[in-house]
């Protein structure tokens, strides 16, 4: 069965610096891999999407990530922290299994903090 | 702003009361979704319509009933509702139900239950 794993509850960076947010994930397929990223008192918003074309991924807000089978990882990654980023971040991937296909499992979420 | 829309964006029910959340999309997407999220935890997946009709009930009590009129509408009837069930309640939708077609969140309705 698929699973993921956010290996950090809390980041915290200063404005400017750069972002790194880890992911693993545990699958006996192919996964597709997403990262989501919600703002206080809003929905999820897709960020990026892993679906076994690229494994350098470019989403948008200058975020990217890469997928690495080998490390089985899919780190979320931006060159320099915005304030406006500052927000909870969730890592998914997509179950391939019976009448869950296509359901999505949720890492715990890592929650973004940038100091100015 | 999202091309979910999620109506009411706040609700506070008694647990005798009977009330529906509603979500609308014009994407064309055939794969619908209600999620129930409490504070600091990521979204439980509660039910998937495709193609409009129920594919998918994570074993969701019968105090919330799931509707989808048409391929663009979903609704989610809610009566006598407990304490436990105030959250937020987050809609979403896809082109269709698979593992490639990533979901696309309404802001949600925040519900209280007293």
């Known amino acids: 069965a698929q699973s993921v794993t956010q290996l950090d509850s809390h980041v915290s960076v200063s404005e400017g610096t750069p972002v790194l947010l880890r992911c693993n994930y545990s699958?006996?397929?192919?996964?597709?891999l997403f990262w989501y990223v919600q703002h206080p008192n809003k929905g999820l918003q897709l960020l990026l999407k892993?679906?076994?074309?690229?494994?350098l991924v470019k989403g948008i807000n200058g975020f990217e990530a890469e997928f690495k089978k080998s490390e089985t990882s899919f780190h979320l990654t931006k060159p320099s922290a915005h304030m406006s980023d500052a927000a909870e971040y969730f890592c998914?991937?997509?179950?391939?299994?019976?009448?869950?296909?296509?359901?999505?499992?949720f890492g715990k979420g890592t929650k973004l903090s940038v100091k100015p | 702003d999202t091309e979910v829309t999620q109506t009411p964006k706040h609700l506070v029910m008694g647990m005798t009361n009977k009330k529906s959340l509603k979500c609308e999309q014009h994407?064309?997407?055939?794969?619908m979704y209600w999620y129930k999220q409490k504070a600091k935890k990521p979204p439980e997946l509660m039910f998937v319509y495709s193609y409009e009709k129920l594919s998918i009930n994570e074993s969701v009590p019968s105090r919330f009933s799931p509707e989808c009129p048409n391929s663009s509408l979903l609704n989610l009837h809610l009566h006598a509702l407990q304490p436990e069930d105030s959250a937020l309640y987050l809609c979403?939708?896809?082109?269709?139900?698979?593992?490639?077609?990533?979901?696309?969140f309404g802001n949600g309705t925040r519900l209280t239950v007293t």
């Open positions: 998914v991937v997509s179950d391939l299994h019976g009448g869950s296909q296509g359901n999505l499992i």
């Open positions: 892993y679906t076994s074309a690229a494994t």
């Open positions: 994407m064309g997407h055939r794969a």
């Open positions: 699958s006996s397929y192919s996964p597709s």
């Open positions: 979403a939708s896809s082109q269709n139900h698979g593992p490639n077609s990533p979901l696309h």
